[in-house]
């Protein structure tokens, strides 16, 4: 049982930049792949990045491509979300996700089987 809290959210200008941490208690936390997803109002859950066990592998939506980057800190169990260039279309709450295994995972919110509480991200123009 993997349990993981998530921290950084916050309001932010456009064009401006946060880092979002996830740290995990319970289980082996570099024997599973990790994510972060979004949900605004209104609007489905959507995948936002995601990193292999080991961390050689990512994965970013389209939207986030070249602005978000997705690390993670085995040692310390933690996993990153540092995002630049933030946009209002960004605001959302930000959830971190988790499923057993070291492969990159796919962008589909069912294979993930962990999840934090989520923590607001704010873009105002």
């Known amino acids: 049982q993997v349990q993981l809290v998530e921290s950084g959210g916050g309001l932010v200008q456009a064009g401006g930049s946060l880092r979002l941490s996830c740290a995990a208690s319970?289980?082996?936390?570099?024997?599973?792949?990790m994510a972060w997803f979004r949900q605004a109002p209104g609007k489905e859950r959507e995948f936002a990045a995601g990193?292999?066990?080991?961390?050689?592998?990512?994965d970013y939506a389209n939207s986030v491509k070249g602005r978000f980057t997705i690390s993670r800190d085995n040692a310390k169990k933690t996993v990153f979300l540092q995002m630049t260039g933030l946009k209002p279309e960004d605001t959302a709450v930000y959830y971190c996700?988790?499923?057993?295994?070291?492969?990159?995972?796919?962008?589909?919110?069912?294979?993930?089987?962990?999840w934090g509480q989520g923590t607001q991200v704010t873009v105002s123009s």
């Open positions: 996700a988790a499923v057993g295994g070291y492969r990159l995972r796919s962008q589909y919110s069912q294979d993930y089987n962990y």
């Open positions: 319970g289980g082996t936390f570099s024997s599973y792949a």
């Open positions: 990193i292999s066990g080991p961390g050689l592998s990512t």
